[in-house]
């Protein structure tokens, strides 16, 4: 059969000074860290056999996925499916304690922890992100790709994939910043996920990293 392996990478190390949940909003880009977390991934990744390169439309995933496309001569593409998650509590602190979740007037948003109530259903993330890596599987069949994306979104596919139930304690995520959750494919089989990190372990506690 052939192998095909999909890297879910997650951006880098963001500047956002104030520790907002930043989302989808614009204008939040790598911080300089950020940008030497990219071109570390980019080295680490320099002799595999990358045949595609696609990441989310956010500014964040784009700046992550760009050494990795030059590197390899290859055209970034843009798939819709990679973007963050939605949430309702976008441009508010949220760290567990403070901010948003001590106003009661946010308290009806964390009714449903299981679907969530405060943003997109984890269902929904879970099936938009398989098509982005069966769509990325399809161009680098027989090789390998790079899908930039997010925290919440790589880690609700992992466990999707392997069969978990999607709603979990943000605290114990693995998906550290500029982190790789490879898909092992042969043929269409997923048949392994492989975890690495490149840059490191960060915080899944720190809002907003």
Known sequence: MTRTVIHMLRHG???NPTGILYGRLPGFKLSERGQKQALTVAEHLADHDIAHVVASPLDRAQQTASPIADSHRLELATDER???????FEGLRVAVGDGALRSPKHWPKLVNPFRPSWGEPYLEIAHRMLGAVQRARSE????????????????????????????????????????????????EQLVRVVYTEPVGATNPRVTGA
């Open 13 to 15: 190390e963001v500047h």
């Open 82 to 88: 990679l973007i963050e998650a939605d949430n309702q």
């Open 140 to 187: 680098a069949e027989g090789h390998e790709a790079v899908c930039v994306s997010h925290q919440l979104p790589i880690w609700t596919l992992r466990r999707f994939l392997e069969g978990k139930r999607m709603w979990h304690d943000p605290r114990r995520r693995e998906c550290s910043l500029a982190s790789l959750t490879s898909l092992v494919f042969e043929g």
